[in-house]
């Protein structure tokens, strides 16, 4: 069993552990609640009723937060020409071709997002096992190979992030930072739930989603009333 320390466990006792709160309740409730003097990161915890062993069942997408998630992230862009140009207007932070391709595969990996125009695509795909394991691939499903550069980029530096289901069947997914206060965070997490919702796979049987839980970095987590959140989600 994991031994937590003093700060956590003081936090935890504000935490009435059987009740289940509404978005609203958790977001004033999560400040009180963070262990770290830092700006700490909100993240959502989505466990899901589906078997991700099946393909069918799988559950990925992506969802522009009304608010940002309160960090910079850093974005590049394999493109050429007029793709190019629209990718420095959004505000990308590296763009280029077969030198770009060069630099990372010398070992740079300055960034968090790459996205490609699908004609790159042949060129990228040697960097696949360089970033593959590290979660960097353009991917269609991600949106993150695409021509439409201008509107991708400009989405991920304002906001998008991307969810997916683990091997457990739970959704991990950044939604704030503590400082955002309780309406910018509340609406953050309404848009997830939102996102989550509708990528609901046709395999899925019974409950879809069981359980929702927020927590601050290293502080305890705050268990959330589902049928609200979802009430919420579709007002």
Known sequence: MARHGRKYLEAAKLIEAERRYTVEEACE?????????????????????????????????TVVLPHGTGRT???IVFAQGEKAQEALRAGADEVGGEDLVKKIDAGWFEFDVAIATPDMMGMVGRLGKKLGPRGLMPNPKSGTVTFDIERAAG???SGRIEFKVDRAGIVHAPVGKISFGSEQLGANIIALVDAVQRAKP???KGTYMRTLTLAPSMGPGVRIDIPSAL????A
């Open 73 to 75: 992230t850093r974005v």
């Open 231 to 234: 009430a919420a989600a579709t």
């Open 202 to 204: 046709s395999g899925a």
């Open 29 to 61: 409730l999560l400040p009180r609640v963070s262990t770290v003097k830092f700006d700490a990161t909100v993240e959502a915890h989505l466990r899901l009723g589906i078997d991700p062993r099946h393909a069918d069942q799988l559950v990925r997408g």
């Open 155 to 157: 989405e991920i530096k």
